[in-house]
């Protein structure tokens, strides 16, 4: 596997449920991010990891936890979420030396329906 | 008023057509413009990045930054049908190692064969 892998690609849950997505990163970066997307809105950023510590959470509600056991994988754990939190979720990484500029990285995305 | 201003369209032109894409910002502190690129069920990969003012140029790509009228352009020659994607502008000040990225909405462009 190469670039930033996210599993499921597609998930169906219903409000009561707790599901969980996964993003890993195979280019030895230090930063990972979670985006959500949604149709005629723009990127919202939700989460950053930098060293596996949280350094931003966006204001997102609780029913949205982040993990990050180690620099190469990160979690959204989900819970008792809402249909308007149907999206695509799109996670990131990015190098943390190099220079000013440091691209970030996306995966495919997990396009996620509530129910 | 949005930070980052973007016609999301949708923009269809034949192919061959030279294609300009847009985004206006509010805030002065911006110093770095991104174009990334969004083709359907995958993620943005980024296009091309500018610092600051000036024109960048990669093929038959060329971005343009005009930080005193806060307007950025991506220009495409010889639009080709593999260009249909979601172009997505986005934007940061030089503050942090987080790079917060400012998103614009993004373009749906179909080049037509």
């Known amino acids: 596997e190469t670039g930033v892998t996210q599993t499921p690609r597609h998930l169906v849950m219903g409000m009561t449920n707790k599901k969980s997505l996964k993003c890993e990163q195979h280019?030895?970066?230090?930063?990972m991010y979670w985006y959500k997307q949604s149709a005629k809105k723009p990127l919202e950023l939700m989460f950053v990891?930098?060293?596996?510590?949280?350094?931003e959470n966006n204001s997102v509600p609780s029913r949205f936890s982040p993990e990050c056991p180690n620099s190469s994988h990160l979690f959204l754990h989900l819970h008792t979420l809402q249909p308007e939190d149907s999206a695509l979720y799109l996670c990131?990484?990015?190098?943390?030396?190099?220079?000013?500029?440091?691209?970030?990285?996306f995966g495919p995305g997990t396009r996620l329906t509530v129910l | 008023q949005k930070e980052v201003e973007q016609d999301p369209g949708p923009l269809s032109v034949p192919e061959g057509a030279i294609v300009s894409l847009n985004c206006t910002y509010s805030?002065?502190?911006?110093?770095?413009f991104m174009w990334y690129r969004q083709y359907s069920r995958k993620g943005p990969e980024l296009l091309m990045y500018?610092?600051s003012s000036g024109n960048k140029e990669d093929g038959r790509f060329t971005a343009q930054v005009d930080k005193s009228s806060k307007y950025i352009s991506l220009f495409i020659r010889d639009s080709q049908p593999s260009d249909s994607a979601t172009y997505l502008c986005?934007?940061?000040?030089?503050?942090?190692?987080?790079?917060?990225?400012?998103w614009g909405l993004g373009t749906s462009l179909a080049v037509n064969p």
């Open positions: 986005a934007m940061s000040d030089n503050a942090g190692n987080n790079r917060k990225l400012i």
């Open positions: 990131a990484s990015r190098p943390t030396a190099g220079g000013p500029f440091n691209e970030q990285f």
């Open positions: 805030n002065s502190a911006f110093q770095y």
């Open positions: 990891y930098n060293f596996k510590e949280q350094t």
């Open positions: 500018t610092y």
């Open positions: 280019l030895g970066h230090n930063a």
